[in-house]
């Protein structure tokens, strides 16, 4: 647990802001606080500053509805919610809905409270590496599937709101086939490892590079228009073509196909569809090269 930790309290009773105040200080955890009273102040808050809270402390009750909802706007960070429900099921259904602990106000002490923020940080902290590791590609390293398609539904998202433009490629190695053939499976995942070890070299840091799936790759440039994705995928081919892989003391020269395309507004599967129709054609065509739109 690093301290000072950031802590973002969150309700709508004055006196029981003064009170989790007094409590966070009495129980001699390093931190800071920001307090919000409404929805809207959290909300604002959220969407205007780089804010990353280390916890949330978040009451039940808000004005006339639940808080519940708010319980997803926090992902990666544990969320205490504190009640002066005494309702013995609702601990249990705010759990299910992601809370890391609940706690009675009338029962809450700066001891409890302390023990309630280390446990609640500890599991969070186990969790998001469990959440990591859901993430990548075991053999790789890299992203996977899942995490790139959350990514692209996120930049679509972006797109539509902020006008941001981003391109996308799909890189299928050229001929893994004879490589597993000739020399074996465990050869043929070392030429996988060998790919996404380029591609790592090659990329600009926020351009984001995932496994696909058995020996397709996908290389997504925010903010990045198409010419630029281009040289990003020639320098990765022009890496494989300076560097060779090395399999029982011989050397192996690797290639990749790729297909590119601009991100306008558009959905997921369209974009992997274009994506996927411009490889084909670089297959086609001659292998180790860009085609783009
Ligand atoms: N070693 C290894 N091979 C894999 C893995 N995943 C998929 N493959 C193999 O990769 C090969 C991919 O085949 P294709 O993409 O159809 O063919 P290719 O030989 O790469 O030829 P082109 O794509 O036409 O250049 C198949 O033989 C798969 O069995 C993996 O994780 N490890």
Not at 48 to 57: C, E, G, K, Q, R
Not at 264 to 269: D, M, P, T
Request: one cysteine or more; aromatic letters at 6%.
């Amino acid at each position: 647990m690093s301290e000072p930790l950031h802590i973002l309290h969150i309700d709508d009773s004055p006196d029981h802001l003064k009170i989790m105040q007094f409590m966070l200080l009495k129980a001699g955890l390093a931190h800071d606080l920001v307090q919000c009273k409404s929805r809207e102040e959290v909300k604002a808050l959220l969407d205007t500053s780089n804010n990353h809270f280390d916890l949330v402390i978040l009451d039940y009750q808000m004005g006339d509805s639940t808080s519940e909802d708010m319980l997803k706007w926090f992902e990666g960070v544990p969320v205490v919610v504190a009640t002066v429900h005494e309702d013995d099921d609702l601990d249990s259904q705010l759990m299910k809905k992601g809370a890391a602990d609940f706690v009675s106000k009338s029962e809450l002490s700066p001891r409890l409270l302390k023990r309630i923020i280390r446990h609640a940080l500890e599991r969070q902290c186990i969790l998001n590496q469990f959440i990591e590791e859901s993430w990548h590609d075991p053999l790789t390293g890299l992203y996977n599937r899942r995490f790139a398609m959350r990514e692209i539904t996120r930049l679509i998202v972006d797109k539509r709101r902020y006008g941001r433009n981003f391109s996308l490629a799909i890189i299928d190695m050229d001929d893994l086939k004879s490589i597993n053939d000739s020399l074996g499976h465990l050869a043929g995942d070392k030429a996988i490892k060998f790919i996404a070890d380029a591609m790592t070299t090659v990329v600009r840091s926020g351009d984001i590079i995932a496994r696909f799936g058995g020996d397709e790759f996908l290389m997504i440039f925010p903010n990045t228009e198409i010419a630029d994705a281009k040289t990003s995928l020639l320098r990765f081919l022009a890496h494989l073509q300076d560097n060779s892989l090395t399999v029982d003391g011989k050397d192996y020269c690797l290639t990749a196909s790729c297909g590119l395309v601009s991100c306008g507004e558009a959905s997921l599967q369209s974009i992997l569809e274009r994506a996927d129709a411009k490889l084909y054609q670089a297959k086609s065509a001659c292998k180790n090269c860009v085609v783009s739109e």
